[in-house]
């Protein structure tokens, strides 16, 4: 059991992370399109 | 495919490649538990093993125009992201210092941070000329 608790962590931890790193690479796209728009 | 699911496909490797990449951290450091006050070869070889392997990842995957994000996804930042662990350095860092071992402690971090740059920079040229050699990456290449 404390195997697949350590395997749904790891994903879920690496999953989370790979999300924040795609919301951030999206509102900084954003930022340089309005500061590009200026 | 359409955005949504190509999204979820995405997540969906770098779950399952993070599953993989934990559970191996984690098996290691079972098996070659660190004592208190040593220095945490585990982390350590773990971390560099990390840097070198995603280095050769994406210089390979780089080299030969790879432009399917399956693998990058899975291996690198699936297995990898979860097999490497900056945040376990720090609390290592922070118990040797606690334990009074201060030389070691900062041995440990610089090593860490200096050798993995190095690992990483070996894993980028080892997996570029392999791609090369190996006839993978696209003629009249570099």
Redesign the interface.
């Given at each position: 059991v404390i195997w697949v608790a350590i395997a749904v962590a790891g994903g879920l931890g690496a999953a989370s992370r790979y999300l924040v790193d795609r919301l951030v690479a999206t509102k900084l796209s954003l930022v340089g399109l309005a500061i590009a728009g200026r | 495919m359409s955005d949504r699911s190509s999204s979820l496909r995405?997540?969906g490797l770098?779950?399952?490649?993070?599953?993989?990449?934990?559970?191996t951290?984690?098996a290691l450091a079972t098996w070659f538990p660190v004592r208190p006050g040593s220095y945490p070869w585990t982390t350590f070889g773990e971390n560099l093993t990390g840097a070198f392997l995603l280095g050769f990842v994406l210089s390979f995957l780089a080299e030969t125009r790879e432009t399917d994000p399956t693998v990058r996804?899975l291996v690198g930042?699936?297995v990898l992201?979860?097999f490497t662990t900056y945040s376990t350095l720090a609390i290592e860092v922070s118990d040797l210092l606690g334990d009074g071992v201060v030389g070691t402690a900062i041995t440990y971090a610089v090593a860490s941070v200096a050798l993995g740059v190095i690992a990483a920079l070996l894993g980028i040229v080892t997996g570029g000329s392999l791609a090369r050699r190996g006839g993978w990456a696209p003629r009249g290449n570099g």
């Open positions: - | 995405h997540v770098v779950f399952a490649g993070g599953m993989f990449g934990a559970v951290r984690v996804l930042t699936g992201g979860a």
